[in-house]
């Protein structure tokens, strides 16, 4: 089992539609969690910050189940700039820490 | 700031040859990060330093890739040799706080070994 799963897609959704994503992660030592975005041939940027009492920024919406071991994402009036890859993250602590990318999820939303 | 600063963008090379990608990272970020993006693999960490010190380099696919951090501002990733599976995009990253903050990326490398 992997470490990090992400539903890759691809979504094909219209504007103006909810999307949701879900990540699961199977390390329950994780502490900190994140959306990036990665457009085509960009590198990845943050979306957001993953909190344990969930996070919203403007029509995203972050969510974090430590008991069920997921993170989603919930995008709301898609737009077309929000086709891209999303990627989720989990570091847990290994004395250091350890970082590791889900392998995305494809959005494609259209007009 | 400019942001974390990879070069060359693009490397096209011979099997065999020696490949070098550079990074300077944004500056006061005490840890840099190299990634490798494949299709089939996505998104790898391959090591990571903090204040300069590498701390886990268990990413590194093999005895082929070496990476050093001689100063705060300049990072190298080096294979030799390289083969055609060595091809694809390599990111350094540099964060404030390791793993716990944001992240930021610099525009890649993408590597080709023909």
């Known amino acids: 089992r992997k470490e990090v799963e992400q539903d890759p897609g691809p979504f094909n959704v219209p504007e103006g539609a909810t999307v949701a994503f879900n990540c699961t992660y199977s390390?329950?030592?994780?502490?900190?969690f994140f959306w990036y975005r990665q457009d085509c041939r960009k590198e990845p940027k943050l979306l957001m910050s993953v909190y344990s009492s969930g996070n919203e920024d403007g029509r995203f919406t972050a969510q974090l189940n430590r008991a069920s071991q997921y993170i989603s994402l919930l995008i709301r009036d898609s737009k077309l700039s929000d086709s891209a890859t999303y990627l989720c993250?989990?570091?847990?602590?290994?004395?250091?820490?350890?970082?590791?990318f889900g392998a995305g999820t494809r959005l494609f939303v259209k007009a | 700031d400019a942001g974390v600063i990879q070069s060359p963008r693009h490397e096209v090379t011979e099997m065999g040859q020696e490949v070098t990608l550079r990074c300077k990272p944004i500056?006061?970020?005490?840890?840099l990060f190299w990634y490798r993006q494949t299709m089939m693999r996505g998104l790898e960490l391959l090591i990571y330093?903090?204040?300069?010190?590498?701390?886990?380099d268990s990413g590194m696919p093999e005895d082929r890739f070496s990476a050093k951090m001689p100063n705060a501002s300049f990072s190298t990733l080096k294979i030799q040799p390289s083969e055609p599976r060595d091809s694809a995009v390599y990111f350094c990253a540099s964060s404030p706080e390791g793993g716990f903050t944001e992240a930021f990326f610099g525009q890649g490398t993408r590597l080709t070994v023909v």
């Open positions: 993250v989990v570091n847990f602590n290994t004395g250091g820490f350890k970082t590791i």
């Open positions: 330093f903090n204040n300069n010190v590498p701390i886990d």
């Open positions: 500056s006061g970020h005490d840890y």
């Open positions: 390390n329950s030592a994780s502490q900190s």
